[in-house]
T-cell receptor, first 114, second 113 residues
Framework: GENVEQHPSTLSVQEGDSAVIKCTYS??????FPWYKQELGKRPQLIID?????GEKKDQRIAVTLNKTAKHFSLHITETQPEDSAVYFCAASYSGGGADGLTFGKGTHLIIQP | NAGVTQTPKFQVLKTGQSMTLQCAQDMNHNSMYWYRQDPGMGLRLIYYSASEGTTDKGEVPNGYNVSRLNKREFSLRLESAAPSQTSVYFC????????????FGSGTRLTVV
């Protein structure tokens, strides 16, 4: 099955700086890569996703890049704000036989320092 | 439009007690999932149902059972709760099993003493 590694586990940045979270996946058949944000005590919510036929996708201050050859994808947050403080999860969806949906990374706790 | 509704939100059980976590979605999704979330472990799949009438084990199924009651409802049962099952449980749904994002419920915080 798929295995997703996520780094770092904790990331502290100054407000206004950029933050980058990186994930690698094991199975080259994976073709869908969403990112979820989970605020303290809340449910995970989708913030951006990318498919394997696209190399980069942007939505305001958030962008995701995908390198299929290296099997890694990254979340970039620019001009960070206090409300960006949360746990972020990457995930990969394998489309082959026996697939069981999304496989999640272990999460990154992003802390925005004032 | 409620999305995915989970009940209860909080529960305390004694070791050996049983309980059922309920999940219902109103988005006409085919696939539903149960995850547990523990500190530093991310979201781990317990069971999933690709479509009505089917259920399959995920990464950590031991100690749990599930029922896909109909297209809307997917319940998770703990037959004999253990302290190791203390966790936050999330139900989720998606239109299909592959290639689409999930909508999560608000979670159930379960403590087994």
């Amino acid at each position: 099955g798929e295995n997703v590694e996520q780094h770092p586990s904790t990331l502290s940045v100054q407000e206004g700086d950029s933050a980058v979270i990186k994930c690698t996946y094991s199975d080259s058949a994976s073709n869908y890569f969403p990112w979820y944000k989970q605020e303290l005590g809340k449910r995970p919510q989708l913030i951006i996703d990318i498919r394997s036929n696209v190399g980069e996708k942007k939505d305001q201050r958030i962008a995701v890049t995908l390198n299929k050859t290296a099997k890694h994808f990254s979340l970039h947050i620019t001009e960070t704000q206090p409300e960006d403080s949360a746990v972020y999860f990457c995930a990969a969806s394998y489309s082959g036989g026996g697939a069981d949906g999304l496989t999640f990374g272990k999460g990154t706790h992003l802390i925005i320092q004032p | 439009n409620a999305g995915v509704t989970q009940t209860p939100k909080f529960q305390v059980l004694k070791t050996g007690q049983s309980m059922t976590l309920q999940c219902a979605q109103d988005m006409n999704h085919n696939s539903m999932y149960w995850y547990r979330q523990d500190p530093g472990m991310g979201l781990r799949l317990i069971y999933y149902s690709a479509s009505e009438g089917t259920t399959d084990k995920g990464e950590v199924p031991n100690g749990y059972n599930v029922s896909r009651l109909n297209k809307r409802e997917f319940s998770l049962r703990l037959e004999s709760a253990a302290p190791s099952q203390t966790s936050v449980y999330f139900c989720a749904s998606s239109e299909t099993l592959r290639g689409l994002s999930y909508t999560f419920g608000s979670g159930t915080r379960l403590t087994v003493v």
